[in-house]
């Protein structure tokens, strides 16, 4: 696991876009993407973990096969919105 803070820029790429608050931190997406775009994303208060999710941690390793989005259960990962 990459450790990096989830920010505006990382939760999108050329082609897919995701939404934080719907994501449950299932991991389903980390495990199919071919190109290793996404990584997990830890928030610690303390020693509290308050929320995990799902970042873009190498957008630009994105391809736009959208294997991520089919995968994702929840809806977390669309097309990017021109």
């Not at 934080?20 to 199919?32: G, L, M, N, P």
């Not at 999710?53 to 096969?65: E, F, H």
């Given at each position: 696991?990459?450790?990096?803070?989830?920010?505006?820029?990382?939760?999108?790429?050329?082609?897919?876009?995701?939404n934080?608050?719907a994501?449950?931190?299932?991991?389903?997406?980390?495990?199919i993407?071919?190109?290793?775009?996404?990584?997990?994303?830890?928030?610690?208060?303390?020693?509290?973990?308050?929320?995990?999710?799902?970042?873009?941690?190498?957008?630009?390793?994105?391809?736009g096969?959208?294997?991520c989005?089919?995968?994702?259960?929840?809806?977390?990962?669309?097309?990017?919105?021109?």
């Amino acid at each position: 696991m990459r450790s990096t803070r989830l920010t505006h820029e990382n939760t999108r790429t050329a082609f897919v876009q995701l939404n934080s608050d719907a994501c449950t931190a299932c991991w389903k997406c980390i495990e199919i993407c071919p190109g290793k775009v996404l990584d997990k994303s830890f928030l610690f208060i303390g020693d509290t973990l308050i929320h995990e999710q799902v970042l873009m941690y190498d957008a630009s390793a994105c391809t736009g096969c959208l294997e991520c989005m089919q995968a994702c259960e929840f809806n977390a990962i669309g097309i990017k919105k021109q």
